[in-house]
């Protein structure tokens, strides 16, 4: 990350920062991405991010995974609200516009 801010990388700086699912194995460095838009941009700036892991002393291969979001954000609303208080009964209001 300090790497990418020293090199004005912003955008990327930025993206990165919000990046919590990583592993290290195998000699390859994996990014899960939920977001296509963030894997976009870390895809573009591929080779920056390389040279910030080179920087650091890793010599890893770089994979960038895009993961499929198991449900819309509705869906995860509604599993979390299912958790915190049980068994619920989602009522869903349809509206017709004239």
């Known amino acids: 990350m300090l ?5 004005r990388q912003v955008a990327l700086h930025v993206a990165c920062g919000d990046i919590t699912d990583i ?4 000699g390859k460095f ?3 991405i939920l977001e296509k838009m963030i894997a976009s941009l870390l895809e573009e700036g591929r080779r920056e ?3 910030a892991l080179r920087w650091q002393g890793l010599d890893v291969e770089l994979v ?4 499929e979001q198991p449900y819309s954000k509705a869906e995860q609303d509604i599993q979390k609200l299912k958790e915190v208080f049980g068994d619920v009964k989602i009522i869903h209001n349809k ?3 004239r």
């Open 30 to 32: 994996t990014i899960n």
């Open 64 to 67: 960038i995974n895009l993961k």
């Open 3 to 7: 790497y990418l801010k020293e090199h």
């Open 49 to 51: 991010i390389e040279r």
């Open 23 to 26: 592993s290290l194995s195998d």
């Open 95 to 97: 509206f017709n516009w």
